[in-house]
């Protein structure tokens, strides 16, 4: 395996491992019902465009033509806005069980799309990695029974998670070849700020009518967490494992989200170790490998 491909799985799993937490995290901010699912999302994209230019101040600069302004501005609305968005309103109206269960659709998206856009060969290696991750992620979430908080409006919930899966597939596939024109801190600090200027009219009511006062030191912190890690540091490592990795295999690593969600549990009590979750983790590890060896085109191959 080269040093490239190995950095994008370091970085995918460090994505993954963020992403995992920042399910029940979110959850636990919003329970109080002072910061609603608008306001989540309005932390996470604003707050996250505002650590990328302040890091891009740092750094060298890049021209970025206006041709290429609009299309990270279409990259913006698939792979933040839209995804962002629709995973933290539908994480609020259903529950966390069934929400890890939805995220388990987006790898099969991503081998479909890339075989239709990118010309992807479906290799019986990639669906059955696919079958196998899929397989353990589900043994993972459901071998961890009922979980509370089933929320208001489950069906709405899980529609907006699965918008938020395939749209980022979309992502993947679309953008797959572009973002190597340019820096990572090029592209994200453009990507979130189309994203934030978009969200910022209609969300303005809201961060107008919060009681910020009710915010609770606890909720700060989770908040703290979902900005500077599931968001900035993730989405750095996103971009590392984008610009090394096939968009099939980018999307298995969102199979590693169970792991770290069962991990969470086992760690704070709610959970225990048991050998389904061992035969679980195989096999998502499993379905990693085997899409890992899979048959890329001929002009990744060289």
């Known amino acids: 395996m080269e040093k490239t491909q190995i950095k994008g799985h370091l970085a995918m799993f460090g ?10 995290v979110a959850k636990m901010v919003m329970a109080g019902a002072v910061v609603s699912p608008l306001l989540m999302t309005d932390f996470r994209i604003i707050g996250a465009a505002m650590l990328f230019w302040i890091l891009s101040m740092f750094m060298p600069g890049e021209k970025v033509p206006a041709g290429d302004l609009l299309k ?8 933040i806005l839209f995804n962002q968005g629709c995973f933290i309103f539908g994480v609020g109206l259903t529950s966390p069980g069934e929400a890890s269960i939805i995220t388990t659709t987006m790898p099969m998206w991503v081998m479909v799309l890339a075989a239709v856009i990118l010309k992807e060969p479906i290799t ?18 459901l071998n961890a029974g009922k979980m509370s908080g089933s929320g208001s409006m489950p069906m709405l919930g899980d529609m907006l998670v699965f918008c938020a899966q395939f749209s980022y597939a979309l992502y993947l596939t679309l953008y797959k070849n572009f973002i190597r024109r340019y820096s990572l801190v090029t592209l994200m600090k453009w990507m979130f700020l189309f994203a934030a200027l978009a969200l910022l009219p209609v969300s303005l009511p809201t961060i107008v009518s919060t009681s910020w006062h009710d915010i609770t030191g606890m909720q700060f912190a989770g908040i703290s967490f979902v900005v500077l890690g599931a968001t900035f540091v993730a989405y750095i490592l996103v971009m590392i494992g984008q610009k ?3 968009p099939t295999l ?15 549990g ?8 048991t050998p389904t979750k061992v035969v679980a983790v195989a096999l998502i590890f499993a379905g990693v490998w085997l899409v890992t060896i899979s048959k890329a085109r001929a002009d990744e191959q060289k």
């Open 15 to 24: 994505a993954n491992m963020m992403w995992g937490m920042m399910s029940p």
């Open 72 to 79: 990270l501005a279409g990259a913006a609305f698939l792979g």
């Open 124 to 141: 019986l290696k990639k669906v059955g990695g696919i079958v196998l991750g899929a397989s353990g992620a589900l043994l993972l979430v």
């Open 244 to 246: 090394n990795l096939r």
């Open 250 to 264: 980018v999307g298995m690593y969102n199979y590693v989200q169970p792991i770290v969600a069962s991990a969470i």
């Open 266 to 273: 086992i760690c704070l009590g709610l959970d225990r170790f």
